[in-house]
């Protein structure tokens, strides 16, 4: 990377509007990487830096540019929840369902933090909503274990598959059974998820509840 295009990137990811288009009238090269073959779209969106991005979208930077860990640019907004963002990178073609070096995608990364306009907005846009990571776990799953109750009923509402299991054999519901979360139980369980499947240690989700919470979720479980 060149002094003026190092120049450039920085001022990117600084959030330097002024300094970002005043680098690219004199040449500066748009889709340059850095280190990690991140390019200052990835660095801008992922900081909301809305006016940054779509200004680099204007002037030609490549929306479809994955880092070393094959990232896009769709992913840091998305974990960030930052909306606007995300809906002005699918509008440019970006691909909503690239997948990273631990088979997770941007859906996923928005479901864990409970961004849920951000997770209608994907899946609306062709996100797939079963995806699986590199330890079978869905983005209903993420949004169990961190309780985004809205960012569920969003998955629910889109037709998530309940019942899939992760590579330990686990669900949702037993997720939902461990961390004592009785609303989150009710509500997969009115949703259909069904509550005799078992793991590979032939375990329900009755088994995953402890025990300060089996006075709760037991009768519903049992």
Known sequence: MNQQDKLFFDAAANGDFSLVTSAVSQGANVNVVNQEGRTALMRSAKRGLYNIVRFLLDNGADVNVIDDKKKNALMGAAKKGHYDIVKLLIESGI????????????????????HH???????????????????????????????????IKVLLDHQVEVDLKDNNGCTALMRAAYSGYLPLVTLLLEAGADKEIVDKDGNKAIHYVRQHNLDELKPILK
């Open 117 to 151: 306009e951000v997770v209608a907005l994907l899946i609306d846009n062709g996100a797939t909503i079963d995806n699986q990571d590199e330890m079978g776990r869905t983005a209903l799953m993420e949004a169990c274990i961190a309780y985004q109750v809205d960012t």
């Open 95 to 114: 691909e909503v369902n690239q997948i990273d070096y631990k088979q997770r995608t941007a859906l996923m990364r928005a479901a864990f933090l409970g």
